[in-house]
């Protein structure tokens, strides 16, 4: 054996790419919760998730649908598409 050649995971990994690998694995981790955890802080300040209480969220809604009831049904569904679309960049709908 050559003195180029190593033994085990420290020639694998060239010596300290492992403990560099964890590190960025974990904080991919860390964003993904940190996202997650924005977005249901989202939805608690807009009132929680509950449909029968008086909430911001509700209150949106409700003008939403009385804004789109006016027009066509291929147009409100152009617009509810859009609408959330927009609405889930900020609250992702599995949190909670």
């Known amino acids: 054996m050559s003195k180029k050649e190593g033994k085990g995971l420290k ?6 790419q492992v403990p ?9 981790v860390v964003v993904a919760a940190l996202v997650v955890a924005m977005a249901q802080g989202i939805m608690q300040v807009l009132g929680g998730s509950d449909p029968t209480t008086p909430t911001v969220i509700n209150t949106i ?27 889930n960049f900020f609250v992702v709908s599995g949190t909670g």
């Open 61 to 87: 809604m409700y003008n939403i649908s009385n804004a789109l009831s006016g027009v066509s049904g291929a147009v409100a569904a152009v617009l509810m598409y859009l609408f959330q679309s927009i609405f």
């Open 20 to 28: 560099d690998t964890y590190i960025i694995i974990f904080l991919v």
């Open 11 to 16: 020639s694998f990994n060239k010596g300290f």
